[in-house]
């Protein structure tokens, strides 16, 4: 029996749903915990032994041990937590601005000329193919997508392609100023432009996640995991009927995740494996 405090507000839908998950996916095992023998079939214990022996010896060396080491297998290296955060990070996002103006999609696209020059630049330095894809994802200045794309391609660099995301990123109020003075006059800086862009109707911000989620995943699949994520959690934020699970993701629960992706990669960053000429 369930006991619930008057007032309180609990779906018996999600209770019985989570309950009826648990016991389907309870007896569903990973590995071998024992051996039985078919009416008739002989088996003796050598072989029982040897299927033990062989059992331990592919299973323990990548059982990971402690906390924050169980945190980054399952979460980061099966690729759990980078999409998790993309779904807040999409919960966050208003395309309006972007419908209204569709030419600030050029914006985005130059974006992609930096992940061409990081990925060329690996490449001479010395890197091989997989991990300049990885290095070169830093040039899109996106931390969750260089973690994501490293974890899969080489994720014994996932350390130093994060710290240098990061740090581009942080870095970028100090680098953007100078090169404005540099190309601009200060009359062209004052010159005030007054926004016109149109009204985006609601119709418009709930179909858009959906038709671009669509088009992007049929031509890269690939990017399914990420994108498909990121534009849920868009719709969670332009529904209007979701406004809980909308709040939660863009505060506490990006707080959460971003908690965990900062301690696990840098719990990998050891001196022997970081503090090397090439990172």
């Known amino acids: 029996s369930i006991e619930v405090d008057e ?7 999600d209770i019985i749903l989570q309950l009826d998950s648990g016991e389907v ?15 008739g079939q002989e088996v003796t214990p050598d072989e029982v032994l ?28 099966w690729q759990v937590i980078p999409p998790l955060i993309f779904l807040c990070l999409g919960a966050l996002t208003d395309f309006g601005p972007m419908i209204a103006n569709p030419r600030t999609l050029l ?30 994802i830093i040039g899109g200045a996106e931390g969750p997508t260089t973690i994501y794309v490293t974890s899969i391609l080489a994720p014994h660099i ?7 995301c990061y740090t581009y990123m942080a870095l970028v109020p100090i680098i953007q100023p100078p090169i404005i003075r540099l190309l ?19 119709r418009e911000k709930i179909l858009f996640p959906i038709i671009a989620s669509i088009i992007v995943i049929l031509v890269v699949p690939l990017s399914a995991p990420l994108i498909g994520m990121f534009m849920v959690g868009n719709l969670f934020a332009m529904s209007g009927v979701t406004e809980r699970l909308s709040k939660t993701a863009s505060t506490a ?13 840098g719990a990998t960053m050891t001196a022997d494996n970081f503090l090397l000429p090439r990172t």
């Open 7 to 13: 007032g309180a507000k609990i779906s018996e839908g």
């Open 50 to 77: 040897a299927v033990m022996i062989t059992t331990a010896q592919t299973e323990l060396p990548v059982q990971p041990v402690g906390l924050l080491s169980r945190i980054f297998q399952y979460g980061i290296m």
């Open 184 to 202: 601009t006059t200060k009359k062209e800086r004052a010159i005030y432009m007054k926004p016109q862009l149109r009204e985006v109707s609601t």
């Open 107 to 136: 914006l985005g696209a130059a974006a992609q000329f930096g992940v061409y020059f990081a990925f060329f630049a690996a490449l001479l330095s010395g890197f091989n193919i997989a991990e300049a894809a990885s290095i070169g």
């Open 25 to 39: 996916l309870a007896p569903i095992g990973g590995r071998i915990t024992e051996i039985k023998a078919s009416p």
């Open 253 to 265: 629960f990006i707080d959460i995740l971003t908690i965990f992706l900062t301690l696990c990669i």
């Open 158 to 164: 996932i350390g130093a392609t994060a710290v240098a």
